[in-house]
């Protein structure tokens, strides 16, 4: 593993990003819209206070997978990933690359969102708002490292953004945002149990009701998960293939 | 130099001077045998040229080499070290026939980081920039580039650092005829440069340019020499009728054991 090469790779992806400024614009603004939304809905009533905190930990995750499973597809198919893995690169340089490079576009995005959330629309919570920004750093690590791993078992980008319905989608409905995890049907909340999401939601529920948040438990299963992800996602960049 | 040198079983050319040195090579990709017990020396700081028909393994031969190939069985040994050796890897450069850089960025953005990943020096962008032409557009987009502009930056990035050996998979298609000349020209100037340059052709006239040939058809090798040897041995006029006789002798060899 070389610092260099995991720089200039987290350098080079946030290159390609600035020659893209529709997708930057819309990284940066749809959650802070989208929160806006959630607020009008509510009519900035109480439960705006008790799911939107839930969105924090929603939108970076599934933004970063999006963009990072497209990204790292783009690379094995145009053939850089296997110019890149010939040259000195180590897998590790080009995973780590890649979770610098938008593990900072979501400080950023979950920075302006949070900053919409809690100092324009009022959103209540216990705890103090800078730890939903931190939770919200390690929700988009956790998508840029599920997004790294998806990536191959997609050979187009159709396929890859297929993923989305497949394996964000149930995560969603069962993170505890629709039905507390606790009432879910047994089995639901024992799947619910497994899924990293669910502990993303969790530690930013925990920010909104308690004034002293114990998020560590919670953020401890989700880094967790994320480099078990990358670990998987290492198995499958390979220096020779067929 | 005896460039004449014929090769023959049980060659004994010293691992020293070898870029490259394959023995028993077998590579199957999916249900095909693509290379089967193949041998091929390179001596070091020579210009050779691959060619052979589409489909006869001449990529998989270069991947093999390059050692991003998974192979079957066999050895092959690049400087002295194991194909895909770590130590390797800013010592070969390679450019595959598809131009592997990122359309998103300029042309230089794309060299400077292939340079950081290789720790070679900043001064070596312009430098090759200037040495496949492409001044006047270093900081376009290369997804804005022809065709024939982006396998130019891909190359590019193969002369980044100071490679030993380099492995060429048709970098001269799509390009017109004054810059493949030019390109010929700047590949001779490698070599002249102490370096070991590898490239696969499909275009037979570009053997002319070649020190040595090495004929690849369906996988095995035709010949390997220099081209007046070929015309000589085949007493034909041009490296295409030599190829095309040589196939012929073949064919009749194997029906007449």
């Known amino acids: 593993m070389s610092l260099r090469i995991t720089l200039a790779t987290a350098a080079r992806v946030l290159a390609q990003l600035r020659h893209d400024p529709r997708t930057i614009v819309m990284m940066l603004a749809v959650p802070s819209l989208l929160i806006s939304l959630l607020w009008w809905v509510y009519d900035g009533g109480r439960l705006f206070d008790v799911v939107g905190p839930a969105l924090l930990a929603i939108f970076p995750f599934l933004v970063m997978f999006l963009v990072t499973s ?25 995973l780590l690359g890649y979770a610098v490079a938008f593990g ?5 995005q979950a920075g302006a969102t949070a900053a919409v959330a809690v100092g324009l629309l009022d959103m209540q919570t216990a705890g103090p708002a800078w730890i939903l920004v931190v939770v919200a750093v390690f929700d988009a690590l956790l998508g840029v490292a599920l997004g790294l791993f998806v990536s191959a078992f997609a050979s187009t980008e159709f396929q890859v953004v297929q993923f989305m319905p497949a394996l964000i989608l149930p995560q969603f409905l069962l993170c505890g945002l629709l039905v507390p995890r606790d009432e879910l049907p047994d089995v639901l909340g024992a799947v619910s149990d497994v899924l990293p999401l669910s502990y993303a939601v969790d530690a930013m529920r925990d920010v909104q009701a308690a004034t002293d948040p114990a998020v560590a438990g919670d953020v401890l299963v989700v880094v967790g998960f994320s480099v078990a992800l990358l670990a998987l996602g290492a198995a499958t960049l390979r220096r020779r293939t067929p | 130099m005896n460039l004449s040198a014929g090769r023959s079983p049980g060659d004994t050319s010293r691992a020293a001077d070898a870029a490259v040195r394959a023995r028993g090579l077998r590579v199957v990709r999916g249900a095909r045998t693509v290379l089967d017990d193949f041998d091929l020396d390179v001596r070091q700081g020579t210009l050779t040229g691959l060619l052979g028909p589409s489909g006869s393994g001449k990529s998989t031969l270069m991947r093999a080499i390059v050692g ?41 953005q794309n060299l400077r980081y292939f340079a950081r990943v290789l720790g ?23 997804s804005r580039l022809s065709g024939g502009q982006r396998s130019r930056v891909s190359l590019a990035t193969a002369l980044l650092g100071t490679p030993e050996l380099i492995v060429l998979d048709e970098p001269t298609v799509g390009l017109d005829p004054v810059l493949r000349v030019e390109l010929w020209g700047l590949f001779h100037r490698i070599v002249e440069a102490g370096a070991t340059l590898l490239v696969s052709s499909h275009v037979m006239d570009e053997a002319e340019r070649c020190e040595r040939l090495v004929l690849l058809r369906e996988g095995s090798l ?36």
């Open chain 2, 68 to 108: 991003v190939q998974r192979v079957a069985g066999g050895a092959v040994d690049v400087l002295g070290r194991p194909a895909g050796a770590k130590v390797l890897r800013d010592r070969v450069g390679y450019v595959t026939q598809e131009p592997a850089v990122y359309g998103d960025l300029t042309i230089r």
């Open chain 1, 70 to 94: 497209i990204a790292t597809l783009r690379e094995r198919t145009s053939g850089t990933l296997e110019r890149l893995l010939a040259m000195p690169t180590g897998k590790l340089d080009f």
């Open chain 2, 120 to 142: 070679a020096p900043r001064s070596d962008v312009d430098r090759v920039i200037d040495q496949v032409q492409l001044g006047s557009h270093a900081d376009h987009l290369v």
């Open chain 2, 222 to 257: 035709l010949a390997d020499d220099t081209l007046p040897n070929l015309l000589e041995r085949t007493g034909t006029g041009d490296a295409e009728q030599a190829f095309l006789k040589l196939i012929e002798q073949a064919d009749n060899g194997m029906r007449t054991p």
């Open chain 1, 104 to 108: 900072s576009v979501a400080l950023v």
